[in-house]
């Protein structure tokens, strides 16, 4: 009898212990058993979940669907497990890729041996001397000495080269055995089955696993195989990322989804959207789904979402295409004679710029803008054939420039989408009309990757900015121009949509001097520095016998001679050398001699510091008291919060 006794109590016992345990046990530690038997986590990484589940170290990104913003929460669920997975893929991919320490064949990359000035240092010659002695071992034959480096290699950076590939690699894509990184193997986490791929290879099986262990639904897994079925993802990490941040929608959709109606009502009281649209809208969209910014453009009054994959990419055919387009989010822009150019243009680099001239007459002015259309090598030749440049930036500048002309509240925006091919989008195109007051119920968050940007002020009217040249003119500013540079440049000044004073006077020659601080590249910078100051100085600065000590090539020691001659007057200086830095102790000494030698005028600071103009006192008078903002940097407008 004792002994049942004492038989049902440790029975009893047992039976608390496992109640207990299972009360005790992380939520969602099922997920970590399931995922180590599907062969994606190891049990390193199945233990490391589990602990992180214990300690509420889990954590999600929940995101705004409206605004795009992320806020870090911590705690189990779906979200958070699968955003472990994707931090696990990028954990392995540190395990597998980084290297054993060795300059050997970093030797041949020229950045490597040389210091900040471009020149080898001793430290770069000694594994230059090695890798030459270790060729010379194989014959010369480059590929031998690789395949030998490799065999040194541990185990663990060779996991990824044995996994055959199930699913296509990006086009261009090449997956190589890793050579060289930090040194050993630690700090390093071995997080995932060495069956997975961490480059691709086993994308359709990490979303098929997914599923299969819960943590997808059906329908999440539908949007994330279309998603792959797209090119939207090159890696299993992104899949995990992917997979996370829908199922983190699935959390948070019933909030989700009355921030979108409440900020729809106020697109549609702005007139942005017709009650129609609006319930058309909702009446469309998927389980789940809170639609994107760009998809509810298509929605709008005054907005076209235009499906550039059918048209023409040669600009001759598709500009005049989204001409078209434009008349119907404008019903009342009515154009004649458009007309395209195309010119090649050489800024100094190995590539040429192939630029667009687009024209057209409308209300009895001719419009035109000047933008970029590709590049081209210097033989003429398309250096990626293969890839189409898009639809331009800047196209529609001149059409904002005839609504400001006719005092019209709107301004034309393209909406842009990323795709597989671009950031901005190749596929489609969003092209919305909206006031300034609708502008700013999108919020300015991350603006720049939805919608282009435009401006509202209304003092750059081409009747204004004809004004505006005429008084520079008499101003002085132009005094060293001849007739027909006055002329391009006021052609130039209403080509466009201009924003600003100082982008109506850099379309003159020799006014204004832009440049980069960062540029102090050979040969002789401050020789050039000078002879641009001289250009800008309508004959008040006229210096002789200008010595660079920069040189040809990138100075060694810590500072150059520089120096010039004004009126037989001897002005030197040191300037210190800042790698690629200009020092601006060579405008001051050059506007220290303007002083000693009293000229009529000055070297201005403008363009936010990385410009300069010639004014005499009274110029610079004028100017700052009717156009402050030339000489001013800017207060950059704060990102408001967004109407929703």
Same mark, same amino acid.
């Given at each position: ?62 995101t705004d669907p409206l605004t795009h913003r992320s806020q870090e929460h911590y705690g189990t669920n779906r979200a958070s497990i699968l955003n472990f997975c994707a931090e696990a893929f990028q954990t392995e991919f540190n395990y597998r890729q980084l290297g054993i320490a060795d300059d050997l064949l970093l030797a041949e990359d020229d950045q490597f041996i040389a210091g900040s000035s471009g020149q080898p ?86 979303? /098929?696993? +997914?599923?299969?262990? @819960?943590? #997808?639904?059906? =329908?999440?897994? !539908?949007? $994330?195989? &279309? ?37 729809? /009502?106020? +697109?549609?009281?702005? @007139?942005? #959207?017709?009650? =129609?649209?609006? !319930?058309? $809208?909702? &009446? ?45 989010? #404008? ?6 004679? $458009? ?39 210097r033989d003429g030749s398309d250096p990626n054939p293969d890839a189409w440049p898009g639809v331009s930036e800047n196209f529609h500048k001149s059409i904002n420039q005839w609504l400001t002309d006719r005092h019209s509240p709107l301004r034309l925006y393209q909406a842009w989408t990323p795709d597989a091919s671009s950031p901005h989008g190749n596929e489609k195109l969003g092209l919305l009309a909206m006031t ?192 402050p903002e030339l000489f001013k940097t800017p207060i950059e407008e704060a990102e408001g919060e967004p109407a929703f």
């Amino acid at each position: 009898m004792k002994a049942l006794l004492i038989l049902g109590l440790a029975v009893l016992l047992a039976v608390v212990v496992r109640l207990v345990g299972q009360r005790t046990a992380a939520p969602g530690a099922a997920f970590a058993e399931r995922l180590y038997r599907a062969r994606l986590l190891t049990a390193a990484g199945r233990d490391e979940l589990l602990r992180q589940m214990r300690q509420n170290e889990l954590k999600f990104e929940q995101t705004d669907p409206l605004t795009h913003r992320s806020q870090e929460h911590y705690g189990t669920n779906r979200a958070s497990i699968l955003n472990f997975c994707a931090e696990a893929f990028q954990t392995e991919f540190n395990y597998r890729q980084l290297g054993i320490a060795d300059d050997l064949l970093l030797a041949e990359d020229d950045q490597f041996i040389a210091g900040s000035s471009g020149q080898p240092t001793e430290q770069g010659r000694a594994p230059r001397v090695r890798y030459q002695e270790a060729l010379k071992r194989f014959g010369g034959d480059t590929s031998a000495l690789l395949r030998w480096y490799y065999d040194q290699q541990p185990a663990r950076l060779k996991i990824e080269y044995a996994i055959p590939a199930e699913d296509s690699m990006p086009q261009g894509w090449t997956i190589y055995p890793p050579l060289a990184g930090p040194s050993g193997a630690k700090g390093l986490h071995h997080w995932i089955d060495e069956r997975r791929s961490i480059l691709g290879k086993t994308r359709s099986r990490t979303a /098929r696993d +997914l599923l299969a262990v @819960g943590l #997808l639904d059906q =329908a999440a897994y !539908q949007q $994330l195989q &279309q998603a792959m079925d797209q090119g939207g993802f090159m890696s299993e990490m992104q899949v995990c990322q992917a997979a996370a941040s829908i199922m983190q929608r699935r959390e948070t959709h019933t909030q989700d989804q009355a921030r979108q109606q409440q900020w729809l /009502r106020q +697109l549609e009281q702005a @007139g942005q #959207l017709s009650p =129609a649209q609006c !319930q058309r $809208l909702t &009446q469309e969209s998927r389980p789940y789904e809170v639609r994107d910014l760009f998809n509810v453009v298509g929605y709008c009054e005054h907005a076209r979402i235009v499906d550039l994959r059918p048209l023409p990419h040669a600009p001759q055919q598709l500009y005049p295409l989204l001409f078209k387009e434009i008349q119907a989010v #404008l019903p009342d822009f009515h154009y004649t004679y $458009l007309s395209l150019r195309l010119s090649v243009e050489d800024e100094g680099s190995d590539l040429l710029d192939q630029n667009i001239t687009l024209s057209f007459r409308a209300n009895g002015r001719r419009y035109e803008t000047t933008f970029l259309h590709d590049y081209l090598r210097r033989d003429g030749s398309d250096p990626n054939p293969d890839a189409w440049p898009g639809v331009s930036e800047n196209f529609h500048k001149s059409i904002n420039q005839w609504l400001t002309d006719r005092h019209s509240p709107l301004r034309l925006y393209q909406a842009w989408t990323p795709d597989a091919s671009s950031p901005h989008g190749n596929e489609k195109l969003g092209l919305l009309a909206m006031t300034q007051t609708q502008r700013k119920l999108w919020g300015n968050e991350h603006s720049f990757s939805l919608f282009s940007t435009e401006s509202y002020d209304t003092r750059f009217s081409s009747a204004a900015i004809e004004r505006l040249v005429a008084d520079y003119q008499k101003l002085g500013l132009f005094a060293h121009l001849s007739t027909a540079d006055i002329a391009r440049g006021q052609a130039a000044a209403l080509s466009g949509a201009k924003t600003s004073y100082a982008e109506v006077l850099l379309s003159f020659p020799h006014v204004i001097y832009a440049f980069d601080w960062e540029s102090a590249n050979p040969p002789y910078p401050y020789a050039a520095l000078t002879r641009e100051l001289v250009a800008i100085s309508r004959g008040g600065f006229a210096p002789t016998l200008v010595q660079d000590g920069f040189g040809a090539d990138y100075p060694t020691t810590p500072t150059v001679p520089f120096s010039f001659q004004l009126n037989q007057r001897r002005y030197h200086t040191p300037l210190p050398v800042r790698s690629d830095w200009l020092a601006a102790e060579s405008v001051e000494l050059m506007q220290q001699a303007l002083r000693e030698q009293h000229a009529p005028g000055q070297f201005y600071s403008c363009l936010d510091g990385e410009g300069y103009i010639y004014l005499t006192p009274a110029q610079y008078q004028a100017l700052n008291k009717a156009q402050p903002e030339l000489f001013k940097t800017p207060i950059e407008e704060a990102e408001g919060e967004p109407a929703f």
